[in-house]
């Protein structure tokens, strides 16, 4: 993002948030003794001071440690959220007493509000409820939800699957950030998840770090250890390429982003994972083979389109399985389908499920649907199918509620 977009966008977020603050304070501080209300007014000028530190940081390009940039951010988001949506009890209150107030002028009438205060005392234990509901939800999605990682099995069913490969189980995990984790703890954790699977391949489907490649230093010996029988393949995600921290009106932008690429491949590469970009591979096991396909990052809308399928699928063999890594599943549509029916299986991540909403056996809801009509799970249209995967890490909110951190067990079968 550029400084004036950055700076336009740091302005409104900081106006709204302030307003709601405040709104928040005036609307339920009949119900708080003088002790609470000094602890409020004090919390409120804190978090506005370190919104300012922030953006001051941003601007110096200081690095700041990540705990500050994402745990402690992510809280202080999380608390004016909660102050955001339980303003909706006390608007109530105030469009009530509007209404009242322009009937009583309009016939004339004084403004009794004989009921007033029960109702008033209601809706202002309404909006203290709530906020303490969704921030104690949110904080348990920070300290917990973000670390609960989730096994999820699918048979994949594919007509034309050579025999040798029925039965080959895929581990796919995508969306690392590895750049929101304090130490490696949580990817130790999950690879051990992974190697006790015993997969006989592995698909990283991108978004190894949140910002730059050097975030991936401190975890390179935890990335060494996801391996499988037939190895480990993997693609870039939009995260990958610098792009949300080197722009154009930096000097040397373009020597910086060609820099974290090359970084960012070196990383695969001493991982062990074979890095796919707009190429493919052939998976050979005794006299038959599956062919392996992966694009660079290609994003709906404002995204980032480097993906470029047609030369990935160039001298691809016709008559084999073809399996596609795609970090965003909107390419699904917009390209892969139309251009290319014959690709069996794609791969996809980056939607996160939004970090947030609820699944059950009967009903799952997400906000990263109204974004994506592939955002979680195995989706079929004609002959072709995607996986979205939720994503193993976390970026913007620091946690996860109701949608956890994902490891796919995909086992291959014939249709
Ligand atoms: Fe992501
Ligand atoms: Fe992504």
Redesign the pocket.
């Known amino acids: 993002m550029d400084h004036s977009k950055f700076l336009t966008f740091f302005a409104i977020i900081t106006l709204v948030l302030t307003f709601a603050d405040l709104y928040f304070y005036f609307g339920i501080r009949s119900r708080m003794s003088k002790k609470w209300k000094i602890v409020y007014i004090s919390f409120s000028a804190l978090t506005l001071a370190y919104v300012f530190f922030g953006a001051y940081s941003y601007f110096a390009g200081n690095k700041i440690p990540p705990i500050l940039k994402i745990q402690v951010w992510g809280t202080i988001l999380c608390i004016y959220l909660s102050k955001l949506i339980a303003c909706i009890w006390l608007l109530i209150d105030d469009i009530r007493r509007l209404i009242k107030f322009v009937i009583a002028k309009i016939r004339s009438t004084p403004n009794t509000d004989e009921n007033g205060m029960p109702r008033k005392k209601f809706l202002q234990l309404g909006a203290i409820g709530t906020f303490g509901v969704l921030f104690s939800t949110f904080i348990y999605g920070i300290v917990r939800g973000g670390y609960n990682f989730s096994i999820h099995t699918v048979s994949l069913k594919l007509k034309n699957l050579p025999k040798n490969f029925e039965g080959l189980k895929i581990v796919q995990i995508s969306?690392m950030?590895v750049g929101s984790f304090l130490t490696s703890d949580p990817l130790e954790d999950a690879f051990k998840m992974v190697a006790e699977l015993k997969p006989d391949l592995i698909f990283f489907t991108g978004?190894l770090v949140n910002d730059i490649s050097e975030e991936a230093l401190p975890h390179q010996e935890t990335l060494k250890k996801l391996s499988a029988k037939y190895g480990v393949y993997s693609i870039l995600?939009n995260?990958d390429y610098g792009d949300y921290v080197y722009h154009e009106e930096m000097p040397d932008y373009l020597e910086k982003k060609a820099h974290n690429k090359v970084l960012m491949q070196e990383i695969h590469r001493n991982a062990g994972w074979d890095l796919i970009l707009n190429e493919k591979r052939e998976l050979v096991i005794g006299d038959e083979k599956i062919s392996i396909i992966g694009v660079e990052n290609w994003g709906g809308g404002r995204f980032a389109k480097y993906g470029d399928i047609e030369k990935a699928m160039k001298d691809v063999d016709d008559s084999t399985v073809k399996l596609l890594l795609s970090h965003d599943p909107s390419h699904w549509d917009a390209q892969v389908r139309p251009m290319f029916p014959d690709i069996d299986a794609t791969f996809s991540?980056?939607t996160?499920g939004m970090q947030f909403g609820i699944e059950t056996k009967y009903f799952r809801f997400s906000p990263a649907q109204w974004r994506y009509d592939q955002w979680a799970g195995l989706y079929e249209k004609g002959k072709q199918q995607i996986y979205v995967n939720r994503?193993l890490g976390f970026?913007g909110y620091p946690g996860r509620v109701g949608i956890s951190p994902e490891i796919t067990l995909i086992t291959l079968e014939k249709a």
């Open positions: 969306d950030h978004d995600g995260h991540g980056h996160h994503g970026v």
